[in-house]
């Protein structure tokens, strides 16, 4: 029997492979990626895992209307909207 994958390796798969042609990132529900998660890990909460994987510095998650972004390290936005209101106030000292 093949053995399941991490769930590290199934969001580097998914971001691969269901990712539209001009984007970097999925979106956890309208591609389908939350669904997908809980079928294969028998009911697991995919955001506790992104939000996991994210903390480790795996994945890069930025909050979206209806859910959330997922991009591997290097390929999402450099920081968030908000970030970059608060680097334009004066605010914040981030790259």
Do not use: Q
């Not at 990132?25 to 995919?46: E, T």
């Not at 895992?49 to 390929?75: C, H, Q, S």
Request: proline share 6%; net charge positive.
């Amino acid at each position: 029997m093949k053995s399941k994958m991490s769930p590290e390796e199934f969001v580097r798969l998914a971001v691969g492979r269901l990712r539209l042609e001009n984007y970097k990132g999925i979106h956890s529900v309208y591609s389908g990626f939350n669904d997908a998660f809980k079928s294969y890990f028998d009911g697991a909460n995919p955001v506790d895992a992104t939000g996991d994987l994210a903390r480790l510095g795996k994945i890069v998650l930025r909050p979206v209307r209806g859910g959330v972004m997922i991009y591997l390290p290097g390929e999402g936005p450099e920081m968030s909207r908000g970030d970059a209101a608060l680097k334009k106030m004066g605010l914040l000292e981030k790259p």
